[in-house]
């Protein structure tokens, strides 16, 4: 089936802390999966992603690990700032049937001064 | 240019108008496609052109139509909408067929009355 949950929904941290939000999906076939970033009233923003024949990347401050056995992907973001709040979609390719990108819920991270 | 461009930003409609909103990329990119955005809600794809063809999500309704004059342009006509069709309609397209990668637009937030 077509599937991708994410957890937590909303994520409250300190300016400076890590951020962890963690995605499971459904679809074994799957093997493309971006982050997105989304600001209150503006468009989603691709901020990284990885492919199933790599197992973790990182980008400055952002890095995501991927679990193929247990179909579980995670995004970390470390020493976060202000501007880091948003809401965060994580996604996976459905390579099954209509190809097509399904998201996770969100995660809305709250990061205070 | 890197961007992806809509138009109108905003559109207040009634059930019986028909309406089109426009989406324009000049990257070069060989995918298109148009989402919905409830609020607080993922994306969900409705439409994809890609191998100069559209394939559709069969989730939705006939009301929605698109059309791909080249493969710069995407357009989504609307006609007889229902209330629950607000929403924000953003487009978006990738650099190639394998569906990765995808860029969004700003988003036309549609207010059907």
């Known amino acids: 089936g077509e599937n991708v949950e994410q957890h937590p929904s909303t994520l409250s941290v300190q300016e400076g802390d890590s951020a962890v939000i963690k995605c499971t999906y459904s679809?074994?076939?799957?093997?493309?999966f971006p982050w997105y970033k989304q600001e209150l009233g503006k468009r989603p923003q691709l901020i990284i992603d990885?492919?199933?024949?790599?197992g973790e990347k990182k980008d400055q401050r952002i890095a995501v690990t991927l679990n193929k056995t247990a179909k579980h992907f995670s995004l970390h973001i470390t020493e976060t700032q202000p501007e880091d709040s948003a809401v965060y979609f994580c996604?996976?390719?459905?390579?099954?049937?209509?190809?097509?990108?399904?998201f996770g819920t969100g995660t809305r991270l709250l990061v205070s001064p | 240019d890197t961007e992806v461009t809509q138009t109108p930003k905003h559109l207040v409609m009634g059930m019986t108008n028909k309406k089109s909103l426009k989406c324009e990329q000049h990257?070069?990119?060989?995918?298109m496609y148009w989402y919905k955005q409830k609020a607080k809600k993922p994306p969900e794809l409705m439409f994809v052109?890609?191998?100069?063809?559209?394939?559709i999500n069969e989730s939705v309704p006939s009301r929605f139509s698109p059309e791909c004059p080249n493969s710069s342009l995407l357009n989504l006509h609307l006609h007889a909408l229902q209330p629950e069709d607000s929403a924000l309609y953003l487009c978006?397209?990738?650099?190639?067929?394998?569906?990765?990668?995808?860029?969004f637009g700003p988003g036309t937030r549609l207010t059907v009355l």
């Open positions: 052109y890609s191998y100069e063809k559209l394939s």
């Open positions: 978006a397209s990738s650099p190639d067929y394998s569906l990765n990668e995808q860029f």
């Open positions: 990257m070069g990119h060989r995918a």
């Open positions: 679809d074994s076939a799957s093997n493309y």
């Open positions: 990885i492919r199933s024949n790599v």
């Open positions: 996604a996976a390719r459905l390579n099954t049937g209509f190809q097509k990108l399904v």
